[in-house]
């Protein structure tokens, strides 16, 4: 019981100032003050919150290969990792194509877009004329090409997270092949983890400069008012997608055993990452370490984790049909029942081939509008000035998503510890980025 205490004195005297969430939401205020007041300044502050967003970049190759590896090496049964891809795949398109049919049915009830009967041909369309070439050229099956990679190496330059994912899981697959012949080349690699960790560590602590200059851009640049313009459909999508949190996920995690807020409160640091970059990725290799340190063993986080961030899109599939129904409404398109499953099936393909590109959310629209001639493309501009402040909902939405999954796979494949789970839920596990072989020496 001695250490237990100690670890938590220990937390408590840590300054208020100190924790990482706070710094980040300090930081994330601030940007919107600055934006606000001073938006040329705010805008020029862009390269802070990009350059961020590069640095944890740098890093997400090597821990998606370096935890997938690893993982995969010390399966004792490769049928568990057959398993744990078809629960994933499972997983993910129950829950995305329910998000899908949350936000068309929220769409048909509140009607966002209704009354503002709006002329198609009046909207000037260039801006979104390059989205729509984007999802011309985004289909199913060079989707599923794209991610074998052309070279290893290409794999890690380009930092494409799918390509990384499947030469980690081959390599792993081959390295836990090879027995004790590969024995060394496994334990060099999980002794690199430490560095890599460490790596991340210390990126970290420039985390609150990223979310204060990327926030001063966002606000600088399309000002508050934006927001004001389409309020209510800013404010519906924020609305279904906290629904669908609190009560989907939310059911899905109490029949799990576990509380949904709890976990909320667990990722917070990364949940704020998110909202001031708007970006996931950039937060992408702390939620790995974090879902890892809360009793979910290396192999199902490694799996599931990098997978979901391309096929389990909930806020981006929510997004996805109450967008397309909105533009609907605005432009006095009526769309009857069979319209709007058409809608649903086309999005749910969509949604996969337009996976892992900047700005998959709008390119996806694009690309499911283009299959539905029933609802006009041109009417996309009416949205793409409030696009960016929804893409921080579709990230938010996202990443708690992927951590649902994760907790849940691993429980399915008793491959969660649950002492350690329980002590995470409960706030009891440091919030710092952990390094495993840099303890003892600590």
């Not at 938590?8 to 969430?21: G, S, T």
């Not at 029933?374 to 996202?398: H, K």
């Given at each position: ?382 949205i793409l000035g409030i696009d960016r402040f929804m893409s921080e909902c579709r990230a938010l939405t996202n990443f708690v998503g992927n951590a649902v999954a994760t907790v849940v796979v691993a429980r399915w494949e008793n491959e969660l510890d649950q002492t350690k789970f329980a002590a995470a839920m409960a706030g009891q596990l440091s919030e710092e980025i952990e390094v495993p072989a840099l303890q003892a020496a600590e």
């Amino acid at each position: 019981m001695i250490a237990p205490i100690a670890a938590a004195e220990a937390r408590a005297k840590v300054p208020f100032y100190r924790h990482l969430y706070v710094q980040v939401l300090t930081a994330i205020a601030a940007g919107i003050l600055l934006g606000h007041y001073y938006p040329q300044l705010g805008t020029s502050l862009q390269p802070l919150g990009d350059a961020f967003i590069k640095l944890v970049r740098m890093v997400i190759a090597p821990v998606i290969f370096l935890t997938v590896t690893t993982g995969i090496a010390g399966m004792s049964d490769l049928k568990k990792f057959g398993r744990v891809v078809g629960k994933s795949f499972i997983y993910f398109l129950t829950f995305s194509t329910l998000a899908l049919i949350v936000g068309l049915i929220v769409a048909n009830v509140v009607q966002p877009g209704a009354g503002m009967h709006i002329n198609p041909a009046t909207l000037d369309t260039k801006a979104v004329n390059n989205y729509a070439a984007q999802a011309h050229d985004a289909s199913v099956v060079g989707f599923l090409m794209n991610i074998i990679p052309d070279t290893i190496v290409g794999a890690f330059a380009k930092g494409d997270i799918l390509q990384v994912l499947f030469f980690s899981v081959v390599f792993g697959i081959a390295l836990g092949a090879a027995g004790e012949r590969g024995r060394p080349v496994t334990d060099f690699l999980q002794a690199l983890t430490t560095p890599i960790f460490r790596m991340v560590a210390l990126l970290m602590k420039f985390a609150p400069i990223g979310a204060f200059g990327a926030m001063a851009f966002t606000i600088g640049k399309y000002g508050i008012g934006t927001i004001a313009n389409l309020a209510f459909l800013i404010g519906t999508f924020y609305a279904t997608s906290l629904l669908f949190v609190l009560v989907v996920l939310g059911a899905v995690a109490r029949y799990n055993g576990f509380s949904i807020l709890a976990l909320i409160r667990y990722i917070k640091e990364e949940l704020l990452l998110v909202l001031g970059t708007s970006s996931s990725e950039a937060a992408l290799p702390g939620l790995m370490n974090k879902m890892e340190r809360a009793g979910c063993k290396r192999s199902v986080v490694g799996l599931v984790i990098p997978t979901g961030y391309s096929f389990n899109l909930d806020g981006t599939n929510i997004y996805m049909t109450l967008a397309a129904l909105f533009i609907a409404q605005a432009t006095d398109t009526p769309l009857s029942l069979g319209d709007q499953v058409l809608l649903l099936l086309v999005a749910m393909l969509s949604s996969k081939g337009a996976a892992g590109i900047t700005g998959a959310g709008f390119i996806t629209l694009a690309a499911t509008l283009a299959v539905v001639p029933s609802v006009p493309i041109a009417g996309m501009a009416l949205i793409l000035g409030i696009d960016r402040f929804m893409s921080e909902c579709r990230a938010l939405t996202n990443f708690v998503g992927n951590a649902v999954a994760t907790v849940v796979v691993a429980r399915w494949e008793n491959e969660l510890d649950q002492t350690k789970f329980a002590a995470a839920m409960a706030g009891q596990l440091s919030e710092e980025i952990e390094v495993p072989a840099l303890q003892a020496a600590e």
